[in-house]
């Protein structure tokens, strides 16, 4: 099975802050790299796919980069909104595996 | 607009079966594969289950592989997980979740849940 490991596990940061989340791959899933939002007590939101595409009506202040085995999340001008918990998803391959999530919190 | 609404979940004890539903509407049900995915209490998300478009590839995680089974109706629109011989571990809310029926696809959407609770 492919393990994700996300780095931090949270963080805090400010309105306005620059955020960046790190997620590796046990091994290379190509681009093969989804993001996720999740609020508490909400289902998941996809934003990013394939490791750099953006979600239809996802703000452009996320964005990601990354292929082969390390990827990264950025939030370019952190919103209110945007305080939530971060997974990572591989898609390479059966069993579809989650990084261990990032909590962002306010500071 | 895409609607997933899950049903069926609540409180089990351990050994039990429960069925969950998902019903979808606002897409095209039977182009897209469809999952199950769960969340314990506290923690973060695990793959449960997948179903391609006709209902006759199916995966699971290694964890519920013989115990649990995803059918789909693709006339009724909906998606079901049967949960058989239940643990705590199972313990969880259960999302279905859309894959657009195109390679490595990402989950696009999901429904609000349900919780299952095994507990005696």
């Known amino acids: 099975d492919i393990q994700m490991t996300q780095s931090p596990s949270s963080l805090s940061a400010s309105v306005g802050d620059r955020v960046t989340i790190t997620c590796r791959a046990s091994?290379?899933?190509?681009?093969?790299l989804n993001w996720y939002q999740q609020t508490p007590g909400k289902a998941p939101k996809l934003l990013i796919y394939?490791?750099?595409s953006l979600q239809s009506g996802v703000p452009s202040r996320f964005s990601g980069v990354g292929s082969g085995t390390d990827f990264t999340l950025s939030i370019s001008s952190l919103q209110p909104e945007d305080f939530a918990t971060y997974y990572c998803?591989?898609?390479?391959?059966?069993?579809?595996?989650f990084g261990g999530g990032t909590k962002v919190e306010i500071k | 607009e895409v609607q997933l609404v899950e049903s069926g979940g609540g409180l089990v004890q351990p050994g039990g079966s429960l069925r969950l539903s998902c019903a979808v509407s606002?897409?095209?049900?039977?182009?897209?594969?469809m999952s199950w995915v769960r969340q314990a209490p506290g923690e973060g998300l695990e793959w449960v289950a997948n179903?391609?478009?006709?209902?006759?590839?199916?995966y699971y995680v290694d964890s519920v592989r013989g115990r649990f089974t995803i059918t789909r109706d693709n006339a009724k629109n909906s998606l079901y997980l049967q949960m058989n011989s239940l643990r705590a571990e199972d313990t969880a809310v259960y999302y279905c979740?859309?894959?657009?029926?195109?390679?490595?696809?990402?989950?696009?959407?999901w429904g609000q849940g349900t919780l299952v609770t095994v507990s005696s």
């Open positions: 091994q290379s899933i190509n681009s093969h």
């Open positions: 998803q591989q898609s390479d391959s059966l069993p579809l595996t």
């Open positions: 979740a859309r894959r657009p029926a195109l390679g490595h696809a990402p989950f696009d959407f």
């Open positions: 179903i391609m478009l006709d209902g006759n590839e199916k």
């Open positions: 606002g897409f095209t049900f039977s182009t897209y594969w």
């Open positions: 394939a490791a750099s």
